[in-house]
């Protein structure tokens, strides 16, 4: 229950990155002893949500360009194979569920805010849900929790204020496809969704702050943006 607790505060931002943890205020908040709340924060450390000092300090792990980069990469490779696999293998259940979840999508943007966000994870989690791969639902969803904090500091940018209209009828398009059993379109329309996502625009942006910073080019597969200063 701590570990799951925290971590989404974590997620949500209510625990903000590079925030000190107060772990006695945080135990008697939630209702428990300190024991099992040390030891949500050692599993949490070893997934790289929190980081430990030698003096038991316990911070928020930061947010990076370099991470939301490693983590855009991720997922442009298994998301799409994941899409793939969907239409060859989704069920009626499956197309049901994403029919369902398509239906409450709306765009990502500050105007939507967390209702957005809810719902577009939900609906690209039918569709990898939908490969039927357990091993790459779990990755997937590991990775969406980290890949939302980057998202929900997109909503702060100037792309966060944009329409989008191009990406949610995007959802739609790959709907279509894994329904219709269209496996390597699927998988090309995922892979060109994610490159031109709100994360790709933050990731962008981070980069650019941290070039900025320390003089040194970003290494991104998009290109220096211009999205902004965070």
Known sequence: MAYSELRRRIVSGELKP????SQYDLAEEM????????????????EDWVEMDTHRDVRVSPMSGSEARQLLEVRLSMEPAATQLAALRRTDRDIEEMKRTA???????RTWGEEAVAAHRAFHRAIYVASHNDV???LLDDLWDKTDRY???GLELPAGNEPRTLDLNQHYEILD????????SAAELSHAHIVNSLT????????????????????????????GNI
């Open 103 to 109: 239906a409450e999508l709306l765009p990502v943007t």
């Open 200 to 227: 790709a625009a933050v990731t962008g942006a981070l980069e650019d702050r941290e070039y900025r910073i320390s003089g040194e080019v970003p290494q991104s597969l998009w290109g220096p943006s211009n999205v």
């Open 151 to 153: 998202r929900r500091v």
């Open 18 to 21: 590079s925030s000190r943890l």
């Open 136 to 138: 790459m639902i779990r």
């Open 177 to 184: 496809l894994v329904i219709a059993g269209d496996a390597m």
């Open 31 to 46: 209702g428990m002893s300190i024991t099992p709340l040390r030891e949500a924060i050692r599993q949490l450390a070893s």
